[in-house]
């Protein structure tokens, strides 16, 4: 079976902090909102396009959702589709991978690979 797994799109300065404090309390807006923003495989492109838009130096989390258990609830949001939402500061052991944001050639984000 294979583990559920959504997506954080992170600032360089955002990744640097989860690598070196080992957890992330979320970004300006997660904060904002009391929970941090989440996107699966399926939604992260127009996240990208819609909510990070001209920016640089963004990074991709890949994050296993199993191990957040209780602190991931799915929540209606754009478009009324059903978005996760991490109640919790996000733990750096709960990341599966992450690289620095990419596109393949029809412009959809690629996903980071495990090293």
Do not use: C
């Not at 294979?2 to 997506?7: D, E, F, K, Q």
């Not at 799109?9 to 970004?27: K, P, W, Y």
């Not at 750096?92 to 990419?102: H, K, N």
Request: proline letters at 6%.
């Amino acid at each position: 079976m294979r583990t559920p797994v959504a997506y954080k799109v992170l600032t360089a300065e955002q990744m640097a902090a989860l690598e070196h404090q080992g957890s992330f309390a979320g970004a300006p807006i997660d904060l904002a909102d009391g929970y941090i923003h989440l996107s699966t495989h399926a939604q992260l492109t127009e996240t990208v396009d819609k909510h990070f838009a001209g920016q640089t130096g963004l990074w991709v989390a890949a994050v296993d959702l199993e191990a957040l258990g209780a602190a991931v609830k799915w929540e209606p949001s754009r478009g009324g589709h059903l978005f996760p939402h991490l109640y919790a500061p996000l733990p750096l052991s709960a990341v599966l991978a992450y690289g620095e944001l990419a596109r393949d050639n029809a412009g959809a984000v690629t996903l980071p690979v495990a090293g």
